[in-house]
């Protein structure tokens, strides 16, 4: 099963350290996804990506975040001068063009700021 | 985005049918409602999805009024598996990235 993986699956850092993340989508899926999940909360967009173009991005996304998506395939998501608020679950979906709404969810990275 | 309002928690027992309702006063005429399930520590995934009337697959049934004003999640026979975080989410397929905007959803507690 080649479902959406996600790496890590845990980073511990410091407070003003920068963390990478990785996505690896479903190979035939074109659109990608990142969302933020704090404790008790739902996920909240961040960004979405069709192919390699990085189409929308959420007002939660601050500068010290970056997404990319080199040649439509794998995602990162880079957090500079990490902050304890930024604490969360960070989750990656992948889905097909003319998916309904369907998205398929990786694991998720859980990062904690000390 | 239709804002959608659900139970926070519910607690049920192995065996029993639980219903999961959903209000979305706000719904669009291009809205589609759909159901994800998130386990501890997992990424949610989709269960369902409908415009109207009943849909049903192998895992759930939901249920849609005439008025399209609310919706309810159907769990047949739930086992302690079951327990999860529910969400209800609205929204038009036609937005570019169909991003899923989330609430709190309804954590189900299923007891043995």
């Known amino acids: 099963d080649t479902g959406v993986s996600q790496d890590p699956r845990h980073k511990i850092t410091k407070r003003g350290q920068n963390v990478t993340f990785r996505c690896d989508p479903i190979?035939?899926?074109?659109?990608l996804y990142w969302y933020r999940q704090t404790l008790g909360q739902g996920p909240e967009f961040l960004t979405y990506?069709?192919?390699?173009?990085?189409?929308?991005k959420s007002r939660l996304l601050s500068d010290r975040f970056s997404a990319e998506r080199p040649k439509g395939s794998f995602s990162t998501l880079e957090i500079q001068r990490t902050e304890q608020g930024d604490s969360a679950m960070y989750l990656c979906?992948?889905?097909?063009?003319?998916?309904?709404?369907?998205?398929?969810f990786g694991p998720g990275t859980r990062l904690t700021v000390t | 985005l239709a804002k959608t309002t659900q139970p926070i928690s519910m607690d049920s027992y192995e065996g029993q049918e639980v219903n999961i309702t959903c209000s979305h006063n706000?719904?669009?005429?291009?809205?589609?409602i759909t159901w994800y399930q998130q386990f501890p520590s997992q990424g949610p995934r989709f269960i369902i999805q409908g415009y109207k009337t009943k849909v049903t697959n192998e895992v759930a049934s939901l249920f849609i009024p005439a008025d399209r004003k609310s919706s309810t999640l159907s769990l047949p026979r739930v086992s302690l598996s079951d327990t999860a975080v529910y969400y209800c989410?609205?929204?038009?397929?036609?937005?570019?990235?169909?991003?899923?905007?989330f609430g709190g959803g309804t954590r189900l507690m299923v007891k043995p």
């Open positions: 990506f069709q192919n390699e173009a990085q189409l929308e």
């Open positions: 979906a992948s889905s097909a063009r003319d998916s309904r709404y369907e998205q398929y």
């Open positions: 190979s035939e899926h074109n659109r």
């Open positions: 706000n719904i669009a005429t291009n809205d589609y």
């Open positions: 989410l609205v929204g038009d397929l036609t937005n570019a990235g169909n991003m899923l905007t």
